[in-house]
């Protein structure tokens, strides 16, 4: 089986920052993808940062966050980050790790998600 594992979340002030991890572990030959979302309360699920390994791991942000985080990934490690900068109360919000990831060497891709970790800015 396979699974994610976040850490990293926090109680921090605005204007401060926060280091996400997520870890993924079990039977894995290829993670394709790996991305962060995050749900505030009484809001749907929104996509924060993705990440690609093909095309030379290019990335992609949602606008509300360009400029403040930066998402990163060690493939050695089958891990991801997210850097938060300058955190704001409206990024207040459990935030989810998800990956695509090849078992064995087929075309097949599953969906995975993490449990969550939850990130909460106020002074």
């Known amino acids: 089986q396979v699974q994610l594992v976040e850490s990293g979340g926090a109680l921090v002030q605005p204007g401060g920052s926060l280091r996400l991890s997520c870890a993924a572990s079990g039977t894995i030959f290829r993670i394709n993808f790996m991305g962060w979302y995050r749900q505030a309360p009484g809001k749907q699920r929104e996509m924060v940062a993705t990440i690609n390994s093909d095309g030379g791991g290019s990335t992609n942000y949602a606008d509300s966050v360009k400029g403040r985080f930066t998402i990163s990934g060690d493939n050695a490690e089958n891990t991801v980050y997210l850097q938060m900068n300058s955190l704001k109360p409206e990024d207040t919000a459990v935030y989810y790790c998800?990956?695509?990831?090849?078992?064995?060497?087929?075309?097949?891709?599953?969906?995975?998600w993490g449990q969550g970790t939850q990130v909460t800015v106020s002074s």
């Open positions: 998800h990956a695509f990831i090849q078992k064995i060497a087929d075309d097949i891709q599953y969906s995975y």
